[in-house]
């Protein structure tokens, strides 16, 4: 098996490219080895020392380390970590564990409805396949109809990113504003 590595925007964020599909529908993110007792691989990843995050999209998975470690140490223990589980057959997601992970899902009127469907469909189409070229995501959290803002959460290599605030304001916001006017901003949910 041979798994190809990109570096990302993020330098604290490596992505790796297993050839093979990671998750069948939709994105799952690790924050902590609490959250990864879900995934046989995110729980391995996190007996690694360094390992802070770790992301998976549909045909790749990042990993962030922690401010300080140099990927040289922790490198070859992730990849060996990824090519074990993929050897072994194990799901990669624990069957009691398993839950979407994707748009959040609100209570909004009619009109209010139809802006947010715009928002999720700009969201699919547009700019989460352009960030998760960058070993990304980006789902929508909440539209504020009475002032315009919308709620974006930043997941993979794009959280903690040096440039995910330009990306967000420059990129994700000019394109919501555009086609839906109804926007008047983009912010970040931590």
Same mark, same amino acid.
């Given at each position: 098996?041979?798994?190809?590595?990109?570096?990302?925007?993020?330098?604290?964020?490596? @992505?790796?490219?297993?050839?093979?599909?990671?998750?069948?529908?939709?994105?799952?993110?690790?924050?902590?080895?609490?959250?990864?007792?879900?995934?046989?691989?995110?729980? !391995?990843?996190?007996?690694?020392?360094?390992?802070?995050?770790?992301?998976?999209? +549909?045909?790749?998975?990042?990993?962030?380390?922690?401010?300080?470690?140099?990927? @040289?140490?922790?490198?070859?223990?992730?990849? !060996?970590?990824?090519?074990?589980?993929?050897?072994?057959?194990? +799901?990669?997601?624990?069957? !009691?564990?398993?839950?979407?992970?994707?748009?959040?899902?609100?209570?909004?009127?009619?009109?209010? !409805?139809?802006?947010?469907?715009?928002? @999720?469909?700009?969201?699919? %189409?547009?700019?989460? +396949?352009?960030?998760?070229?960058?070993?990304?995501?980006?789902?929508?959290?909440?539209?504020? +109809?009475? %002032?315009?803002?919308?709620?974006?959460?930043?997941?993979?290599?794009?959280?903690?990113?040096?440039?995910?605030?330009? %990306?967000? @304001?420059?990129?994700?916001?000019?394109?919501?504003?555009?086609?839906?006017?109804?926007?008047?901003?983009?912010?970040? %949910?931590?």
């Amino acid at each position: 098996m041979f798994i190809q590595t990109e570096d990302t925007p993020n330098p604290l964020t490596l @992505k790796l490219i297993p050839g093979r599909e990671v998750m069948a529908e939709g994105a799952r993110e690790f924050s902590s080895p609490y959250e990864a007792q879900a995934s046989p691989l995110a729980e !391995a990843l996190f007996d690694i020392d360094g390992v802070r995050r770790v992301f998976f999209g +549909p045909d790749f998975l990042t990993v962030t380390k922690e401010f300080g470690v140099d990927w @040289k140490t922790i490198r070859a223990p992730i990849l !060996a970590a990824v090519m074990d589980h993929y050897q072994s057959g194990a +799901p990669l997601i624990s069957q !009691a564990a398993e839950a979407p992970a994707g748009h959040a899902e609100g209570e909004y009127d009619e009109d209010a !409805a139809a802006i947010v469907d715009e928002i @999720k469909d700009l969201l699919d %189409t547009r700019i989460r +396949p352009a960030v998760a070229q960058d070993g990304g995501d980006i789902t929508f959290s909440r539209f504020e +109809p009475d %002032t315009g803002v919308v709620w974006l959460h930043m997941r993979g290599a794009c959280a903690g990113c040096p440039s995910s605030a330009m %990306t967000l @304001k420059a990129g994700v916001e000019n394109m919501l504003r555009h086609y839906v006017p109804e926007v008047t901003a983009v912010e970040q %949910t931590l």
